[in-house]
């Protein structure tokens, strides 16, 4: 068998798939008023404000904050090459900013299937 015969022109491949940032806390009481105020505000901030000139998916949770003690969520990444690092770097900065209201609790941010990390003086990080 020879391989030169699966070899898929440029023009023919598919650049187009689909990344997106998996957000969770484990929360270990339920969050208080003001909390849940600034986290909205920070969530409608980043929406509102999203500096691109493309469609893209907003930012959000899959259910109420204020009434459960595990928070997750998902934000599909645009498909457009151009855009992908610039638009994953702003929604970090929005999770960076939700973990200095939410500083104590257990959070897990993925990028698809890689773990980003913490550092405290930098916020959410792609591993080296």
Do not use: A, H
């Amino acid at each position: 068998m020879q391989f030169e015969n699966f070899f898929i022109p440029k023009k023919k491949r598919s650049r187009k798939m689909s990344v997106s940032i998996y957000y969770s806390c484990e929360l270990g009481d339920y969050l208080t008023d003001e909390q849940v105020f600034s986290v909205n505000n920070i969530i409608d901030k980043y929406n509102k404000d999203f500096p691109f000139e493309i469609s893209s998916e907003d930012f959000g949770f899959y259910t109420k904050i204020e009434c459960n003690k595990k928070i997750e969520g998902s934000t599909k990444l645009p498909s457009e090459e151009d855009y992908i690092l610039d638009v994953l770097f702003y929604w970090l900065e929005c999770l960076t900013e939700l973990r200095q209201i939410i500083p104590n609790d257990s959070w897990s941010v993925n990028l698809d299937d890689t773990t980003l990390e913490w550092n405290s003086s930098e916020g959410w990080e792609l591993p080296l």
